[in-house]
T-cell receptor, first 112, second 115 residues
């Protein structure tokens, strides 16, 4: 059974720091890994999707990497801003079943 | 393109009552998902449709939850009767298809409170 873990559960940093968010998963038989952002009272917004054959994806200040063999992904946020404050979730799409399995998320607070 | 639409946004009911949620996916998206997100947790898949058919409903409490997707477009999720532990946000998502590059697009969800 696939398990996705995000540690720590919460992080508070001053504005301007470069951040590293971690995600680990137990079963490497995945189609892809997706990073989402969730603002309070809102649905999930897709940030980046990395296919199983890829190593990384970039979008603006965000860079996500995938090491499938070790079951890890990292989301880098450069020069963090207060507007980056949100909960960040990673999810893996299981090969075969197509099921998307989520971590519990990491609540990020960027202080001005 | 218009996003995934869900209604209502909020619903408060008493336990043992019934409730229904509606979802309209992005036009042309073949795959539709219903997720349950309990406060402080990641979303948990309840049911996945591929066009009209059910692909995965292994985590759907079938004694009280039901879902349908008529004509492969809109979907409704029903709870009858509701329990206190059903209090959660119910998220609908859609994707163009299946496979390695099929990102999920989520609606804003319906927040259900069961008292």
């Amino acid at each position: 059974k696939q398990e996705v873990t995000q540690i720590p559960a919460a992080l508070s940093v001053p504005e301007g720091e470069n951040l590293v968010l971690n995600c680990s998963f137990t079963d490497s038989a995945i189609y892809n890994l997706q990073w989402f952002r969730q603002d309070p009272g809102k649905g999930l917004t897709s940030l980046l999707l990395i296919q199983s054959s890829q190593r990384e994806q970039t979008s603006g200040r965000l860079n996500a990497s995938l090491d499938k063999s070790s079951g890890r992904s990292t989301l880098y946020i450069a020069a963090s801003q207060p507007g980056d404050s949100a909960t960040y979730l990673c999810a893996v799409k299981q090969g075969g079943s197509e099921k998307l399995v989520f971590g519990k998320g990491m609540k990020l607070t960027v202080n001005p | 393109e218009a996003g995934v639409a869900q209604s209502p946004r909020y619903k408060i009911i008493e336990k043992r009552q019934s409730v229904a949620f509606w979802c309209n996916p992005i036009s042309g998206h073949a795959t539709l998902y219903w997720y349950q997100q309990i406060l402080g947790q990641g979303p948990k898949l309840l049911i996945q449709f591929q066009n009209n058919g059910v692909v995965d409903d292994s985590q759907l409490p079938k004694d009280r939850f039901s879902a349908e997707r008529l004509k492969g477009v809109d979907s409704t999720l029903k709870i009858q009767p509701a329990k206190l532990e059903d209090s959660a946000v119910y998220l609908c998502a859609s994707s163009p298809g299946t496979g390695t590059f099929s990102p999920l697009h989520f609606g804003n969800g319906t927040r259900l409170t069961v008292t």
